[in-house]
């Protein structure tokens, strides 16, 4: 694998990179070549498979990038090729193979005799840089990790100003809920307070208290005739399971 990459792009980044083609506008871009060899309409698979090879296939591939990247990498490619094969040409008329006699003043002049193993590094160093190479793709490292972490700090500070927005505006309602004056409760809770009174004056009616006095009962009298503590927890709770009902099922 490419270094930085590891063991393949995470969900972070296949994120981050599908980000980045929305922002720069190349899967729009995509997406109308792709309307455009389509028509728009709908297509089989087979013919959706053709439309794809051939963008793909219209797309600049890596090796032609790599060529426009370095564009003195044939060049030196071919001067090393060059070097060698000079080299290897007077070392073989040199030797004892054959019967030719080489001048070693015209070799050195037309540059055969002096080519070391030094110049094929250094024309092959020059056609591929290797430390430019490496120091690219580390580069290239920094900014994806960079952009990663931007990605992610973006996102903690998208959570905490969210969080901030909500404390505000609890603290905001709170703080309005403190502010409400005794008015506007009264206003808010006048179901719960007319519902309370009316109880309570009913409760406390003659009508009501006769409904202990009957049959002559005497449970809930005391000794002067009026009533008793007990007479009092009945109403309430007769209040209590009125005031439920009217809260909960009857409609003002």
């Known amino acids: 694998m490419p270094g930085g990459l590891g063991g393949g792009p995470s969900n972070e980044q296949k994120q981050l990179f599908a980000q980045a083609a929305q922002d720069s506008g190349l899967a729009a871009m995509g997406m109308e070549m792709a309307n455009q060899m389509t028509g728009g309409q709908s297509m089989r698979n087979e013919d959706q498979l053709s439309a794809i090879y051939h ?44 019967s030719i006699n080489t001048v070693p003043e015209k070799a050195a002049e037309l540059g055969y005799s002096t080519i070391t193993q030094e110049n094929i590094t250094a024309a092959l160093a020059k056609a591929a840089p290797l430390d430019k190479m490496q120091m690219e793709v580390h580069q290239s490292d920094m900014n994806a990790m960079q952009q990663l972490n931007g990605h992610a700090q973006g996102q903690m500070n998208a959570q905490y100003q969210q969080q901030m927005m909500q404390q505000q505006q609890m603290q905001q ?10 008015l506007d409760k ?48 009945v109403k309430a709770l007769v209040v209590a399971v009125m005031y439920f009902i009217i809260k909960n099922f009857v409609p003002l």
Do not use: C
Request: charged share 20%; aromatic share 12%; no cysteine.
């Open 55 to 98: 963008l793909f296939a219209a797309h600049p591939n890596e090796v032609a990038l790599f060529f426009l990247h370095y564009p003195e990498f044939l060049p030196g490619i071919i001067e090393t090729i060059r070097l060698v094969i000079k080299q290897e040409l007077y070392t073989f008329f040199s030797s004892d193979i054959t």
């Open 173 to 182: 309602m709170q703080k309005k809920k403190e502010s409400e004056s005794i």
């Open 186 to 233: 009264i206003q808010g809770d006048w179901k719960n307070i007319v519902s309370i009174i009316v109880l309570s004056v009913l409760i406390n009616t003659s009508m009501v208290d006769g409904l202990f006095r009957m049959n002559d009962m005497t449970y809930f009298l005391s000794e002067a005739g009026t009533l008793n503590f007990q007479a009092v927890i």
